[in-house]
């Protein structure tokens, strides 16, 4: 099992940056790969950025390319994102998430098997 727990969410400009942070538990940080997802209302659950079980590898969806940094520190077993020139159309509900299954970069939300409840992005205009 792997407790998720996301913060950082909050109320921003558009051009402003946001850190969002997820603390897990119950297992150490090289047992699963992690990503963010980003829910808007009305919209399905989208896919935002992974990284693998060593840190050594990435990956981005198009829309937040060259905008977000996805990082984590093994030591805290922490997964974080790093959100660079916001847009309005970032505003979301972000959520932490977590598999145990090879890393394979682009996930679809059925794929993972841990979520934390989500943190908050809105992004004024």
């Known amino acids: 099992q792997v407790q998720l727990v996301e913060s950082g969410g909050g109320l921003v400009q558009a051009g402003d940056s946001l850190r969002l942070s997820c603390a897990a538990s119950?297992?150490?940080?090289?047992?699963?790969?992690a990503a963010w997802f980003r829910q808007a209302p009305g919209k399905a659950r989208e896919f935002v950025a992974s990284?693998?079980?060593?840190?050594?590898?990435?990956y981005y969806a198009d829309s937040v390319k060259g905008r977000f940094t996805i990082s984590r520190d093994g030591a805290k077993n922490t997964v974080d994102l790093q959100m660079n020139t916001l847009k309005p159309e970032d505003m979301s509900v972000y959520y932490c998430a977590a598999t145990t299954a090879l890393y394979i970069g682009y996930y679809i939300p059925n794929t993972m098997n841990y979520w934390g409840k989500g943190t908050l992005v809105t992004v004024s205009s």
């Open positions: 119950g297992r150490t940080a090289n047992t699963y790969a």
């Open positions: 990284i693998s079980r060593d840190g050594e590898r990435t």
